[in-house]
Nanobody, 127 residues
Framework: QVHLVESGGGSVQAGGSLRLSCAAS??????????MGWFRQAPGNEREGFVL???????LWRDSVKGRFTISKDNAKNTLYLQMNSLKPEDTARYYC???????????????????WGQGTQVTVSS
């Protein structure tokens, strides 16, 4: 069973930065085959993915965050990071990491394609 725990959310002003963490258990970021994604959901909106990547190193970004957000991982801590810079009020949402034990990125923008989710962490950006 894969267990994901996000942390690092908070409130920042526009232009600020935050780093979110997604600690994984039941899935080795170093050795396993997997795909993961970061999603976000604002009140009244559907959950949307903005970055997808797999254990082979393929990464896909949505234009809305490309160039402002980056991802990295620490294999020793089995933790995925999302660095968010130049934050905008429209980035305000609850952020989730998701995982699945395969590398089929096709269709992964759909939240339903992932079976493992964290509880999310809130990011609020004020203008």
């Amino acid at each position: 069973q894969v267990h994901l725990v996000e942390s690092g959310g908070g409130s920042v002003q526009a232009g600020g930065s935050l780093r979110l963490s997604c600690a994984a258990s039941g899935l080795s970021l170093r050795y396993d085959v997997y795909r993961m994604g970061w999603f976000r959901q604002a009140p009244g909106n559907e959950r949307e993915g903005f970055v997808l990547f797999d254990s082979a190193g393929t990464t896909l970004w949505r234009d809305s965050v490309k160039g402002r957000f980056t991802i990295s991982k620490d294999n020793a801590k089995n933790t995925l990071y999302l660095q968010m810079n130049s934050l905008k009020p429209e980035d305000t949402a609850r952020y989730y990491c998701a995982a699945e034990k395969d590398q089929f990125l096709g269709g992964s923008w759909m939240p339903s394609s992932f079976g493992y989710w964290g509880q999310g962490t809130q990011v609020t950006v004020s203008s």
